[in-house]
C-alpha cells in the first residue's frame, strides 16, 4: 500500500445510543470514533426497479490502514457521502483494511 494512494480523509463512525442528561431521553446518533486516509475507488453498479422507481447502487473499495475496531455495522462518512460498509475484506499481515461500501442514500 503505497501512502500516496490514500488520499481522502474519512471519518469512521459508529452507531451510538446515549441519555441527555437534562430530560432522560435516550438518544441514538452516529458518533465519529476516528479519521483515516483513505483510497476510494467504485468498482461496480447497477440499476434496477423497486417500488415502481428507477433505483441505482454502485459498490466502492475502500482501503485504508488497519484498524481493528471497525464493524460492518460502522459506516465512513467523506463530503458529504456516507458509505455503509457491507464486507471487510481479510489481510493476514494486518497492514491495511479493504471494505467494500455502498453509498447511502
Known amino acids: 500500500m503505497r501512502a500516496g494512494d490514500l488520499r481522502y480523509l474519512v471519518n469512521v463512525q459508529a452507531f451510538t445510543t446515549t441519555q441527555d442528561p437534562t430530560t432522560g431521553e435516550m438518544v441514538e446518533a452516529w458518533s465519529t470514533v476516528g479519521q483515516e486516509w483513505a483510497s476510494i475507488e467504485g468498482v461496480s453498479g447497477r440499476e434496477y426497479l423497486a417500488a415502481a422507481a428507477e433505483q441505482a447502487e454502485t459498490t466502492f473499495r475502500v482501503v485504508m490502514r488497519h484498524r481493528p475496531d471497525v ?35
Open 71 to 105: 464493524k460492518t455495522e460502522m459506516r465512513l462518512e467523506h463530503e458529504g457521502d456516507t458509505y455503509q460498509i457491507k464486507a471487510i475484506l481479510p489481510d493476514k499481515r494486518r497492514r491495511r483494511l479493504v471494505l467494500m461500501c455502498e453509498v447511502m442514500a
